[in-house]
Structures are given as structure tokens and as C-alpha cells.
T-cell receptor, first 115, second 105 residues
Framework: DVKVTQSSRYLVKRTGEKVFLECVQDMDHENMFWYRQDPGLGLRLIYFSYDVKMKEKGDIPEGYSVSREKKERFSLILESASTNQTSMYLC??????????????FGDGTRLSIL | EDQVTQSPEALRLQEGESSSLNCSYTVSGLRGLFWYRQDPGKGPEFLFTLYSAGEEKEKERLKATLTKKESFLHITAPKPEDSATYLCAVSKLIFGQGTTLQVKP
């Protein structure tokens, strides 16, 4: 079974802090993704990566950056956290293939609160 | 503009009462349509991939179908454990907002 592990289930941070969300997958998947999920807005893609050291902007990249130094690990960084970044953050991975043609496997999410 | 719309937003069924969830899409160059199930406090769990119109996939009480404009998730004789939010997504990494299903015993 594919396992995608997110480092924290719940996280509380303060406005202006730099926040790191970590994600690790154990199935040697090439693709990794970061989403945020908000009531009424559904899942929205922040960033994704098709290979180590590669990254692509999703639909809502503003205020975020990512890092992928190793194939199995994809980090989401909030450069200077703001209250409107309070959300559920979901990491996913999938087999190779651009254009999103492979099913994704998700972690259980990090619920982030910015005070 | 690429778009995915799910209906209804919420659905309440009695145990054993079959129904269907709808996912309508307007996407150029579709390379797959995906159904996921999400339980409260969990990440989405992959159910099905459909690649071409006319394709059908089944798993237990669930059957997914695809046309050129929409997909249906048919639930036959549902049980309370089928209660969850069902998400539809297309190959351009666009998700619908989901249908929250509640099945009462």
C-alpha cells in the first residue's frame, strides 16, 4: 500500500512566522503535490513537482514555496504566515506522467491554524 | 475555462436506497477522470479512474461511468459505512467540491 506521511496532523503558528510542512512518500513516486482544502472551495492546487529539484506553480502559489531535494520528500513553506493561510493542507503523490493522468495518493493532512 | 461541478452538494439516503452522484466537466484534452472518497479528518482515498467515454468501473456497491460531458457514481443498496464525501477530479488536477453522502440505518 502507498503511504504518504505528513509530519504533523495539527499545527498552530503565529502571523509572520516561517512555517514548514513536510511530506514523505514510500512508493518511489515521481510526482508530488500540495493542496489546500477549505469549506466551500474544495481542493486547490498550490504547487507540484514531477521530479527532484523541479517545481511547478499550481492555481494558488502566492505566499508559498516548495522544496524537493529528494524524490520521496516534498516540503511546503509558508514564507511569512498570514491568517488567510489557516487551512487543511494535503500532500499527494502519483506515478510518473505529466498532465495529471495518474491517480493520486493522499496523506491525512495537516490542519494549520495561523493566529 | 476548465471546470468540474459536482451535484448534489449533499445527499441523505436510507440504508438500501440506491442513488447516483453526478460530476460534470468542461475540460479540453481530458486524460482521465478520478473518483475519491474522503472520510472526516482524513485525506481522499482513490476509488476509480475512467479514461474514455463508455467506460465503467465497479467496486462493491459503487459503479462509476463516464460520458463525454459527465461521470456518475452509482451507489447500489448503500450501507451506513458508505457515508463520506465523494470527490471527482480530472487529469488537469482540478477537483470538484464534492458530494457529502449520509446513509442512515
Amino acid at each position: 500500500d502507498v503511504k504518504v506521511t505528513q509530519s504533523s496532523r495539527y499545527l498552530v503558528k503565529r502571523t509572520g512566522e516561517k512555517v514548514f510542512l513536510e511530506c514523505v512518500q514510500d512508493m518511489d513516486h515521481e510526482n508530488m503535490f500540495w493542496y489546500r482544502q477549505d469549506p466551500g472551495l474544495g481542493l486547490r492546487l498550490i504547487y507540484f513537482s514531477y521530479d527532484v529539484k523541479m517545481k511547478e506553480k499550481g492555481d494558488i502559489p502566492e505566499g508559498y514555496s516548495v522544496s524537493r531535494e529528494k524524490k520521496e520528500r516534498f516540503s511546503l513553506i509558508l514564507e511569512s504566515a498570514s491568517t488567510n493561510q489557516t487551512s487543511m493542507y494535503l500532500c499527494a503523490s502519483s506515478l510518473a506522467g505529466t498532465g495529471g493522468g495518474q491517480p493520486q495518493h493522499f496523506g491525512d493532512g495537516t490542519r494549520l491554524s495561523i493566529l | 475555462e476548465d471546470q468540474v461541478t459536482q451535484s448534489p452538494e449533499a445527499l441523505r439516503l436510507q440504508e438500501g436506497e440506491s442513488s447516483s452522484l453526478n460530476c460534470s466537466y468542461t475540460v479540453s484534452g481530458l486524460r482521465g477522470l478520478f473518483w475519491y472518497r474522503q472520510d472526516p479528518g482524513k485525506g481522499p482515498e482513490f476509488l476509480f479512474t475512467l479514461y474514455s467515454a463508455g467506460e465503467e468501473k465497479e467496486k462493491e456497491r459503487l459503479k462509476a461511468t463516464l460520458t463525454k460531458k459527465e461521470s456518475f457514481l452509482h451507489i447500489t443498496a448503500p450501507k451506513p459505512e458508505d457515508s463520506a464525501t465523494y470527490l471527482c477530479a480530472v487529469s488537469k488536477l482540478i477537483f470538484g467540491q464534492g458530494t457529502t453522502l449520509q446513509v442512515k440505518p
